[in-house]
């Protein structure tokens, strides 16, 4: 196992506060633990609430590259794992035969089917590595679930089998985030393999810290009223609550209108900033005309 990369909680807590990533306790535990324990983390979440975030600045407070495999539907083992350079291959075959006519399959391959024809993709590459890394696998619930098998050695075991070459083991042993949007249920033999993270939106004043460390033109009484504001839009029913990247967009909108104190009619003119659906954008704007004396003493 590779040496601990961290010394306690609050210090994963504090070098993520130091790259602005706001942790809580919770948070920074499960990352020292996958530290500690060598296995990898599932975040699981509601969109924008920093799943993908904690993956960066981990990766960023270790000085580590950052490996990501984006998922989605039909992603394959030639996109996430390897693939052989066939067109590298064919040429090999044929100038091998040219030079030795009493070339055998066996010789040729050997040649082959070697690492110089070995396209490593983001799952190969991060176990392969000499440099540290941090290996994202990104939206996981997007692919089917017999592609999840494609991941599960690498996060028991950290190694790849490939049937011309064996298996090969990891240099060193990546810190291995895994995030989903709950889209789908995920199989328990993924879920085995992994600490567990519920990442959901933050209450309001740590959105509002979030907002005064992201966007720090921004007064602390507007941060205020921006966090209040959107923690009453995301008690709605809506098809998509804001989620803090969304929350970070209104505040600099707010900041470029030069707007120091939101009221309704602010707030109605720009929601569709935090809003992307309209049937969202119609309940938000009913809510604030109905409502408009919390704006009075929302900054308060």
């Not at 789908?184 to 309001?204: G, I, T």
């Not at 809506?238 to 989620?243: E, G, I, R, V």
Request: include cysteine; charged fraction near 30%.
């Amino acid at each position: 196992m590779s040496e601990p990369r961290f010394t306690d909680v609050d210090s994963v807590r504090e070098q993520l506060r130091e790259v602005d990533y706001l942790s809580d306790e919770g948070i920074a535990g499960i990352v020292y633990l996958a530290d500690r324990l060598g296995k990898p983390i599932l975040v699981e979440g509601p969109a924008g609430t920093g799943k993908t975030q904690l993956a960066k600045s981990t990766a960023e407070i270790l000085g580590a590259r950052l490996v990501r495999l984006q998922c989605y539907e039909g992603l394959d083992e030639s996109k996430a794992l390897y693939e052989w350079n066939y067109k590298k291959q064919l040429l090999r075959i044929q100038a091998t035969r040219s030079d030795d006519e009493d070339s055998g399959w066996a010789d040729i391959s050997d040649d082959i089917f070697s690492d110089e024809f070995l396209l490593t993709r983001p799952l190969l590459e991060a176990i392969t590595a000499d440099d540290p890394v941090v290996l994202l696998i990104d939206e996981v619930d997007r692919v089917e679930v017999e592609t999840e098998a494609l991941l599960l050695e690498i996060l028991s075991d950290y190694q790849v089998s490939i049937p011309e070459l064996g298996t090969i083991e990891a240099k060193q042993v990546p810190l291995v985030f895994l995030t989903s949007n709950n889209t789908r249920e995920l199989s328990e033999a993924l879920k085995r393999r992994c600490l567990y993270l519920h990442v959901d939106y933050p209450d309001m004043d740590r959105e509002k810290e979030i907002v005064l460390t992201k966007v720090p033109e921004i007064t602390e009484s507007l941060a205020d009223q921006v966090a209040r504001i959107v923690r009453s839009v995301r008690q709605l029913e809506l098809k998509k609550a804001p989620s803090v990247s969304e929350t970070l967009d209104w505040a600099n909108t707010l900041l470029l209108l030069g707007v120091d104190k939101v009221d309704a009619a602010t707030a109605s003119d720009t929601v569709n900033i935090l809003l992307k659906y309209q049937s969202d954008i119609a309940k938000a704007r009913k809510e604030f005309a109905s409502d408009s004396e919390a704006f009075e003493g929302s900054s308060a």
